[in-house]
């Protein structure tokens, strides 16, 4: 592998359909049809209740979580995009239904609690689509995106 490209995602059973629907330009998280509850990474199956798990699409709308700021060159790809950041953002939809993506430094400048926007970008020249943080200028008062 070339140190100028970024490791590509290899989707398995349990993740194929996250990343087709990404790839499509759709954020989309698997959700329990029987107790309704979103979990993130995908799974065959419930952590909660065991039932086969379908996915749906996600508003996109989150609060920044937590973030580090990358100073050394450690993943391939990046090398020359010191420093990056990578964030972690609390989806809308579910209390505690995390996300990890690059983070505009914006992001990490309106601090824990920020809203944010999930959006998909091209990663590399593997076609995948990946999650990036951006600042969510629509959200309303209060720090919340508004629902």
């Known amino acids: ?3 100028s490209t970024p490791p ?4 398995d059973a349990d993740t194929i359909g996250y990343w087709a629907m990404a790839d499509e ?5 698997a959700r329990c049809p029987a107790c309704r509850r979103w979990q993130h990474p995908p799974l065959e199956r419930c952590r909660l209740c065991g039932v086969r798990l379908g ?10 979580f937590s ?11 990046y090398l020359d995009d010191l420093p ?5 953002a609390e989806l809308a939809e579910q209390s505690g239904l995390r996300i990890v993506g690059r983070a505009d430094e914006a992001v990490v400048a309106a601090g824990a609690g920020a809203p944010v926007r999930v959006i998909l970008e091209p990663l590399g020249a593997g076609g995948h689509m990946v999650p990036r943080l951006v600042p969510d200028a629509g959200a309303g008062a209060g720090g919340r995106p508004p629902s």
């Open 84 to 88: 990056y950041v990578v964030a972690i």
């Open 67 to 77: 973030w580090t700021v990358t100073h050394q060159p450690c993943v391939p790809g």
């Open 8 to 11: 590509v995602p290899r989707p």
């Open 55 to 64: 996915l749906e699409p996600v508003s996109g709308r989150a609060t920044l």
């Open 1 to 3: 592998m070339e140190l």
């Open 25 to 29: 330009g759709e954020l989309h998280i």
